[in-house]
């Protein structure tokens, strides 16, 4: 892909929020915040509030591993962060317990493929959930559309022999309808992301988003940016970043990479909106910043890797 002075600009703007924000979260993580409790066990009642931030790191960190468009510094980060991540979650342990023990949860599932996607695996489950993708049960969790793509997703990267219908399954969701676009709102917006991206598999593979919803997306994705830069939605825009990314080809995001730079502090904390970030206490500041954190990451590294055709060929 050729690139004019313009698009270059844009593409080191977009790795440098990037790389400021991995080593920000590798940074916060190395001082132990984000960590799994010691006494975390398998009976987890808010697995969001105890595991899952340990799943985004290792999202990002696969991704830009996947990817191979970061620099060498951002590369180490990225394997530190997803090597930290695996040993806290007991080499994956942790992940088997809770699998075996509660068969209908998706989430071990779910966290497991993003370290499969960074090249670790965990044998004995490995044969656990081919054991389970046999049951019925298993696939008839009710759930919503958005999350059921996900779960897809997970159990085509970890690489089970199980053939969705992702035609039915992106027609279930919002996306899949293509509403009327002035309609959407912030959670449904979410929602229209992770459909993107599970359909995807983060920017692996575009093709998997049918045609009709792409066209939809690259006519209406320039607004919705607009609408969420305006009001300062800093983790949303980041996140429309990543669709744009996904796309085959790509919508256009104006200003949205500067403006978002102009939002990251010097230290690489992107704040997650528009209102004053509260320094008082560090461990609360993380927490409220660190998904963001997680969303530029991977926003920069699939925009580098898109304009550089990197990532998508090794899907194919």
């Given at each position: 892909?050729?690139t004019?002075?313009t698009?270059?600009a844009?593409?080191?703007?977009?790795?440098?929020?990037?790389?400021?924000?991995?080593?920000w979260?590798h940074g916060q993580?190395r001082q132990?915040?984000?960590a799994l409790p010691a006494?975390?066990?398998i009976?987890?009642?808010d697995?969001?509030?105890?595991?899952?931030?340990?799943?985004?790191?290792?999202?990002?960190?696969s991704l830009?591993?996947?990817?191979?468009?970061s620099g060498?510094?951002?590369?180490?980060?990225?394997?530190?962060?997803?090597?930290?991540?695996?040993?806290?979650?007991?080499?994956g342990?942790?992940?088997?317990?809770?699998?075996?023990?509660?068969?209908?949860l998706?989430?071990p599932l779910?966290?497991?493929s993003?370290?499969?996607?960074g090249?670790y695996r965990?044998?004995?489950?490995?044969?656990l959930?081919?054991e389970?993708s046999?049951l019925r049960?298993p696939?008839?969790?009710?759930?919503?559309?958005?999350r059921?793509?996900?779960?897809?997703n997970?159990?085509?990267?970890v690489?089970?022999?199980h053939?969705?219908?992702?035609t039915?399954?992106?027609a279930?969701?919002?996306?899949?309808?293509?509403?009327?676009?002035?309609?959407i709102?912030?959670t449904?917006?979410?929602?229209l992301?992770?459909?993107v991206f599970?359909?995807?598999?983060?920017?692996?593979?575009?093709d998997?988003?049918?045609?009709?919803l792409a066209a939809?997306?690259?006519?209406?994705?320039?607004?919705w940016?607009d609408v969420?830069?305006?009001v300062?939605q800093?983790?949303l825009v980041g996140?429309?970043?990543i669709?744009?990314?996904?796309?085959?080809?790509?919508?256009?995001?104006?200003d949205?990479?500067?403006r978002?730079?102009?939002?990251?502090?010097?230290?690489g904390?992107?704040?997650?909106?528009a209102?004053?970030v509260d320094d008082?206490?560090?461990d609360t500041?993380?927490?409220?910043?660190?998904?963001?954190?997680?969303?530029?990451?991977v926003?920069?590294?699939?925009?580098?890797a898109?304009?550089l055709?990197?990532?998508?060929a090794a899907?194919?």
């Amino acid at each position: 892909m050729t690139t004019t002075a313009t698009d270059t600009a844009t593409l080191a703007t977009a790795h440098t929020v990037a790389a400021a924000s991995l080593a920000w979260l590798h940074g916060q993580h190395r001082q132990g915040r984000g960590a799994l409790p010691a006494d975390t066990g398998i009976e987890l009642n808010d697995p969001d509030g105890a595991y899952k931030p340990l799943g985004e790191y290792a999202l990002a960190a696969s991704l830009v591993l996947r990817e191979r468009v970061s620099g060498a510094a951002e590369t180490r980060l990225a394997a530190d962060l997803l090597a930290e991540a695996w040993r806290q979650l007991r080499h994956g342990d942790l992940l088997f317990d809770r699998q075996l023990r509660h068969l209908l949860l998706t989430d071990p599932l779910e966290t497991y493929s993003h370290f499969v996607r960074g090249g670790y695996r965990h044998p004995p489950l490995d044969e656990l959930l081919v054991e389970l993708s046999r049951l019925r049960a298993p696939h008839a969790v009710e759930m919503y559309p958005n999350r059921r793509l996900a779960v897809a997703n997970a159990r085509r990267v970890v690489g089970l022999d199980h053939r969705p219908d992702w035609t039915a399954l992106c027609a279930a969701t919002w996306l899949g309808a293509r509403p009327e676009p002035w309609a959407i709102d912030w959670t449904t917006a979410y929602d229209l992301t992770h459909t993107v991206f599970h359909l995807t598999d983060w920017g692996a593979r575009p093709d998997g988003l049918p045609g009709p919803l792409a066209a939809y997306l690259r006519d209406w994705l320039p607004v919705w940016l607009d609408v969420w830069l305006e009001v300062g939605q800093w983790d949303l825009v980041g996140e429309l970043l990543i669709v744009d990314a996904c796309l085959a080809e790509p919508a256009g995001t104006g200003d949205a990479w500067p403006r978002l730079a102009g939002a990251q502090r010097p230290d690489g904390l992107l704040p997650r909106d528009a209102e004053p970030v509260d320094d008082g206490d560090p461990d609360t500041t993380f927490k409220n910043h660190e998904h963001t954190a997680v969303v530029a990451a991977v926003a920069g590294t699939l925009t580098l890797a898109r304009a550089l055709g990197a990532g998508r060929a090794a899907a194919a």
